[in-house]
């Protein structure tokens, strides 16, 4: 039992500061949509990404993600740099401590 504790104890040392929640996120009744741009559009290295955020009891604002990788520095309008391919873009709720929240919308797009 130490061990599950310890290794519990471990998981939420590591994932401290990086918004994301080492456990289930908190589903606190937030709701993001992607309006802009549509699944499977092609887009160009830098896009305006339009969402609406719906917050819930916890929600102040909105986290992007890009193939997995979370934008530190993301001004909540556009994704630059990305390479051509095909790129999945993530918007995840998260709270005033930087948590994600389960609120999360996703879409494809290829990068001409």
Not at 21 to 28: K, L, P, R, V
Not at 43 to 49: F, Q, R
């Given at each position: ?19 994301i ?8 009744g ?12 092609k ?7 339009v ?27 556009t ?13 995840v ?18 990068v001409?």
């Open positions: 039992m130490k061990r599950v504790a310890a290794v519990l104890a471990a998981v939420g040392v590591l994932t401290l500061g990086l918004g929640n080492g456990f289930a996120a908190t589903d606190d937030s709701k993001i949509t992607i309006t802009s741009p549509a699944a499977g559009a887009v160009g290295k830098d896009i305006e990404l969402y609406e955020l719906t917050k819930g009891s916890q929600a102040t604002h909105a986290h992007c993600f890009v193939d997995g990788e979370y934008q530190k520095g993301w001004d909540k309008k994704v630059k740099g990305m390479s051509p391919g095909t790129h999945e873009i993530k918007v709720a998260a709270d005033k401590d930087h948590q994600t929240l389960a609120a999360e919308a996703t879409v494809k797009v290829e001409q």
